[in-house]
């Protein structure tokens, strides 16, 4: 069956540092993978798409990797702030839908 | 600012009930979504409209019926909510050209609903 994996465990992290969050993916072959944030009680918040044949994209202090060989996708935030504190979900595009993960939680801690 | 708008932040009703969550966005898009968002399983998607009148069954459709009589409205219907539809519901609308993730989606604020 078709799997899309992120971290449960929150990942907390100094004030500064780079934070690097892993979707792993089993069973797709997504054309697309977008990354959002989400606040407690708020609907999620696009942040970035990748195309397949991209291997990286970046804006401003965020970075996305995807690697279609290891079904993989990493998302950075460089020099991490606290608002930068949320959940971050991947989100698989294809076949008229989009998947997403059950995101993984970020604490910046100041 | 671009926005999608669900009707209520908090509802509660009782089991039985027929329960009407509204959505309105004011992007002109074509394609809306419906998930719903439990703690331990994410979002999943129960349906989704990419044009009028048209709806297609999401992941887990079943308890569940949606109506799309205008581009800009998309209502999710339970017939008779009951209290394992407790939960997080979650709008969504993106641009036309829509083949599963190539634009991104605009989420509402969501309505978290109780079934007592």
């Known amino acids: 069956s078709q799997k899309i994996e992120q971290n449960s465990e929150a990942l907390n992290i100094q004030e500064g540092k780079t934070a690097t969050l892993t979707c792993n993916y089993t069973n797709y072959s997504p054309a697309y993978l977008q990354w959002y944030r989400q606040d407690p009680g708020r609907g999620p918040v696009f942040l970035l798409l990748i195309r397949e044949n991209e291997k990286e994209k970046r804006k401003e202090r965020l970075k996305v990797t995807f690697d279609t060989t290891l079904k993989q996708s990493l998302f950075h935030i460089t020099a991490s702030q606290p608002a930068d504190s949320a959940t971050y979900l991947c989100?698989?595009?294809?076949?008229?839908?989009?998947?997403f993960g059950k995101g993984n939680q970020v604490v910046v801690i100041p | 600012d671009v926005k999608v708008t669900q009707s209520s932040r908090y509802l509660v009703k009782r089991t039985g009930e027929k329960v009407f969550l509204e959505c309105v966005q004011d992007?002109?898009?074509?394609?809306m979504f419906w998930y719903r968002q439990d703690p331990g399983l994410g979002l999943r998607l129960i349906y989704f409209s990419y044009d009028v009148k048209m709806k297609e069954k999401g992941d887990i459709p079943e308890g569940y019926s949606v109506s799309r009589e205008k581009k800009e409205r998309f209502s999710l219907i339970l017939e008779s909510a009951s209290t394992n539809q407790t939960s997080m519901y979650l709008c969504?609308?993106?641009?036309?050209?829509?083949?599963?993730?190539?634009?991104?989606?605009?989420f509402g604020q969501g309505t978290r609903l109780t079934v007592v």
């Open positions: 969504a609308s993106s641009s036309s050209g829509w083949t599963g993730g190539n634009t991104e989606a605009f």
């Open positions: 989100a698989l595009g294809g076949n008229n839908r989009l998947a």
């Open positions: 992007m002109d898009h074509e394609n």
